[in-house]
């Protein structure tokens, strides 16, 4: 189970931090990747956090501005977000696969994703 929240109507400039909420189990054996889907595109790959040593790895259009982390006690995995602008609107979706990979089909479970929205 994997579950998004965080998302919300911003001004450029601003900054989030969204969350995905899962399972103890989850967590063990899954890598945890971050999407965006948004609309009239296809979903794209922002990064992923690996089950083993948190190692991250970011799509190269992404390094910088979005970070991944996890935190264990809370069975839940972070995407911080900064300096959003207009075209990061978008549907933000975590998943969870056996690799951190950067594209869909490296998942098989997907949250059912939390809209993100920069307008001035």
């Known amino acids: 189970q994997l579950v998004e929240s965080g998302g919300g109507s911003v001004q450029p400039g601003a900054s989030l931090r969204l969350s995905c909420a899962t399972t103890?189990?989850?967590?063990?054996?899954?890598?945890i990747g971050w999407f965006r889907q948004a609309p009239g595109k296809e979903r794209e790959g922002i990064g992923c956090?690996?089950?083993?040593?948190?190692?991250?790895n970011y799509a190269e259009s992404m390094k910088g501005r979005f970070t991944i982390s996890r935190d264990n006690a809370k069975n839940t995995v972070y995407l911080q977000v900064d300096s959003l602008n207009p075209d990061d609107t978008a549907e933000y979706y975590c998943?969870?696969?056996?690799?951190?990979?950067?594209?869909?089909?490296?998942?098989?479970?997907w949250g059912q994703g939390t809209q993100v929205t920069v307008s001035s």
């Open positions: 998943a969870a696969g056996l690799f951190c990979g950067l594209t869909i089909k490296d998942y098989d479970h």
């Open positions: 103890r189990n989850t967590l063990e054996y899954y890598a």
């Open positions: 956090i690996s089950n083993i040593r948190d190692i991250t």
